[in-house]
């Protein structure tokens, strides 16, 4: 009786030991995983505290730009007859204003979207209804046309170009100064995807982008 008790009682201790050092070990995988856990928020709080230093910058860059050359729609306005005047060759030309959803919110870009409606349907240019949201976000203004467009909507896209080129001035890229405006063709893009392109033939897609 006495070696059975002897070993129950070792068997006791054993037990308890192992109980011990699992308890042991998984408060040090539970501190291990707070460190963790700790570290992760550390890193993710400095991701986003540098995200936001970068866009504050360039948010004052834009500013300062603004600051000096106005706000876009002012520098259209001030122009808006005589342009309207030049394009009213091209009347009953269909266009469409495009924004890419990031700047949606952005005051400066939809006052450019405004003045550039406005002047086109002073030229007697028609606007087709929907605004079309564009798969991605630019500097500046894009004006898109289809290769199978009439050479009447490609020279209508070329003068609105030369025009708000003139309007907008030049920008610094660098060292080196650069138009606002850019002009490209482009094949409608298939069912579902998200591309840039006129929704019809003969019409001018105008995507408005962030002041350069």
Not at 140 to 169: C, M, N, Q, W, Y
């Amino acid at each position: 009786m006495m070696v059975v008790a002897a070993l129950a009682a070792a068997g006791l201790v054993v037990t308890q030991a192992i109980a011990f050092k699992r308890a042991r070990q998984l408060s040090d995988a539970q501190t291990l995983l707070a460190s963790a856990k700790e570290r992760e928020s550390a890193e993710a709080i400095a991701g986003l505290n540098k995200e936001t230093a970068r866009l504050k910058n360039e948010n004052l860059k834009l500013a300062e730009r603004i600051a000096v050359t106005g706000h876009r729609n002012s520098q259209i306005f001030a122009v808006q007859s005589d342009m309207a005047s030049h394009l009213s060759v091209f009347a009953g030309q269909k266009f469409e204003l495009g924004i890419c959803s990031l700047l949606s919110l952005d005051m400066e870009v939809r006052e450019l979207y405004g003045a550039l409606g406005h002047t086109l349907e002073l030229a007697k240019w028609v606007r087709l209804p929907a605004e079309i949201e564009a798969g991605f976000c630019s500097a500046g203004v894009i004006i898109f046309v289809r290769p199978t467009a009439p050479e009447s909507t490609k020279r209508a896209a070329h003068k609105l170009t030369e025009l708000l080129d003139a309007a907008l001035g030049k920008v610094l890229l660098g060292n080196k100064e650069a138009g606002q405006v850019g002009m490209a063709e482009v094949q409608p893009p298939p069912p579902g995807a998200r591309s840039p392109a006129p929704s019809e033939n003969d019409a001018i897609l105008i995507v408005i982008g962030s002041h350069p």
